[in-house]
């Protein structure tokens, strides 16, 4: 069996999921409580909206669930069956909130109209309704900063994408209370309105994770600015005098890269790979980058074929057949 890639020891971040864990199991004891009120709030004050609002707040236990298995399973190390690591946990995980969110939004949706279909089946609101809906707005606003803080400190799209589900929740509780205010000043289609209006704000930003999830899942690569920093890293390496063939793919957070370097082709087998070893401690070390790929070519070589190639010609390697002199 051959050996397992090695991996920067910078890559291993207990921070991370110490503070995953932490903002998420708070995220869970705010959804149980406020999911508990609003449901029994709204079968009491007879609110849809308040009731799909709760329901909204229950879905976040399960993606909250999601993301501690996650993370569990994401910290693992490279083993024989996954030679990079498990990273794109992550991303499974994300795709998996993104497809519950996707689904409570149709719901949502789907009783709403039932609802608006016959209006005289609508009841009026009680004023507790009103309050409940308020309160949640507030707690579900301040648990999003609070989870997005925590994400933009350890750098993790999939708490970003959790946060975001919390901050779908208070914009979702906005509309539900001004629903119910409508409700309340006597037009009472205000509140299956406000349920449908949260349905499709919920569905849409679960296809949005959804859609992203996936195509990380199916090897996008870095964004231009990522790439950018990747290949001045490269080229800023001493004994690095040109590249070519870069290319990238996401798994989880961190980025896998593959590079041709073009050195000089006089110096020593060792010399060449002290210089490609030198370039994949530069850029894990400071750059979401988990492992570099590097084939060495000589520079000489790459500027003769570049003189006598095309315009958008691929570059020949020391692995490809050369062109007959």
Avoid at 84 to 91: A, C, D, K, T, V
Avoid at 269 to 280: F, K, N, T, Y
Avoid at 285 to 310: C, I, N
Wanted: hydrophobic share 50%; net charge negative.
């Amino acid at each position: 069996m051959s050996e397992l890639p090695e991996f920067p020891e910078e890559q291993a971040t207990p921070e991370r999921e110490a503070a995953t864990r932490r903002s998420t199991w708070v995220s869970v004891a705010v959804n149980v409580c406020l999911s508990s009120a609003q449901i029994a709030a709204g079968l009491w004050a007879g609110s849809q909206a308040l009731i799909a609002d709760g329901i909204h707040s229950l879905s976040d236990l399960v993606s909250d669930f999601v993301v501690l298995l996650a993370v569990h399973h994401s910290k693992k190390g490279p083993d024989a069956d996954h030679q990079y690591g498990h990273q794109r946990y992550e991303n499974v995980a994300a795709m998996v909130i993104g497809g519950l969110l996707l689904a409570v939004g149709i719901g949502m949706i789907w009783a709403a109209v039932h609802k608006l279909q016959a209006p005289a089946s609508i009841p009026a609101v009680h004023l507790l309704a009103l309050w409940v809906a308020l309160g949640a707005l507030a707690v579900k606003e301040a648990l999003f900063r609070y989870m997005l803080a925590v994400a933009e400190r350890v750098r993790s799209s999939l708490l970003v994408a959790n946060a975001w589900h919390a901050r779908s929740d208070a914009a979702s509780s906005l509309i539900v209370a001004l629903g119910i205010g409508g409700n309340l000043l006597g037009f009472p289609l205000l509140d299956p309105v406000a349920a449908l209006v949260v349905g499709l704000l919920v569905g849409k930003m679960g296809w949005s994770f959804l859609w992203n999830a996936l195509h990380d899942l199916t090897d996008r690569a870095a964004s231009e600015e990522q790439l950018t920093a990747i290949s001045a890293e490269i080229l800023a390496t001493p004994g690095v005098l040109g590249m070519h063939e870069l290319r990238t793919r996401k798994t989880g957070d961190m980025i896998l890269v593959d590079v041709h370097l073009e050195i000089d082709g006089t110096i020593t087998v060792a010399e060449g790979h002290a210089i490609a070893s030198q370039v994949r401690k530069n850029v894990t070390r400071r750059h979401p980058v988990l492992y570099v790929m590097t084939h060495v070519d000589p520079a000489e070589l790459v500027d003769s074929l570049r003189q006598e190639s095309s315009p958008g010609d691929v570059l020949p390697t020391l692995d490809t057949p050369l062109p007959a002199r």
